[in-house]
């Protein structure tokens, strides 16, 4: 494994990581030794609820949702993440075991931190642990908004607020294959498929989305977002 090629990924990330360009050559080395490459298939489990955490894990390729699993079956889709996303990083606080899971949309590549060599570079790198703590309160700052959204936010509201997500921040695209199935994107938008598939059509007719199987066009991103402001 390359670290040059660890901080390339990264650089795609919601927020820029820079944490790896002030490691010393020593640290780099730990972290190469310390470190593995893995691929998943659609369907696998990243991380799962409960379990023990002992790597920190960073997408460098794919798609993935993060969920709460309820003991009624009812999980709840907390966001989507791609390439860039740190999973794991509570764990530097004390705790040793994952507070949600994380499922692959797609085929998705990550790196494997071994967290005990994570942490140790965090407590000897201020500047390393500066750039961690961005993440955090990234991550934290996003939360917010996605559960602002679900508690504040009407059916179309809180559509196009995760179609703004997935052009802005996922794809980076107006242009997409939608990888979430329609029970998916209920879920993270906290409505029934068939509320889902209601809304995506009054999109639809209403010339903001264009829908081909699979493929979505946002054809007017203003009137998304004002849709969104007004909730």
């Known amino acids: 494994m390359s670290i040059k090629n660890l901080i390339s990924s990264c650089e795609k990330a919601q927020i820029p990581f820079h944490g790896f360009d002030y490691l010393k050559p020593e640290e780099i080395g730990l972290l190469q030794k310390n470190t593995r490459e893995l691929t998943f298939k659609p369907g696998e489990i990243l991380c799962k609820q409960g379990s023990l955490a002992s790597q920190i894990i960073i997408i460098t390729k794919g798609l993935a949702k993060i969920y709460f699993e309820s003991p009624n079956s009812n999980d709840l889709i907390l966001k ?12 530097l606080n004390g ?3 994952f507070r949600f899971s994380a499922q692959c949309y797609d085929q998705t590549h990550a790196h494997l931190i071994d967290s005990t060599v994570f942490q140790s570079l965090t407590q000897s790198n201020a500047s390393f642990a500066s750039e961690v703590i961005k993440v955090l309160n990234f991550d934290t700052a996003m939360n917010f908004e996605r559960f602002y959204s679900l508690a504040s936010k009407h059916l179309h509201g809180r559509m196009a607020d995760i179609l703004i997500c997935l052009s802005n921040r996922i794809h980076n695209s107006h242009k997409f294959r939608m990888t979430l199935s329609r029970s998916d994107l209920g879920e993270i938008t906290n409505m029934s498929t068939e509320s889902t598939i209601r809304v995506l059509k009054d999109f639809k007719e209403d010339k903001i989305i264009k829908l081909s199987g699979k493929n979505i066009e946002i054809l007017n ?7 969104s402001q007004i909730g």
Request: charge should be neutral; avoid cysteine.
């Open 95 to 97: 705790e040793n075991t």
């Open 221 to 227: 991103m203003d009137k998304l977002k004002h849709i």
């Open 80 to 91: 989507i993440i791609s390439s860039g996303t740190f999973l794991g990083l509570t764990t």
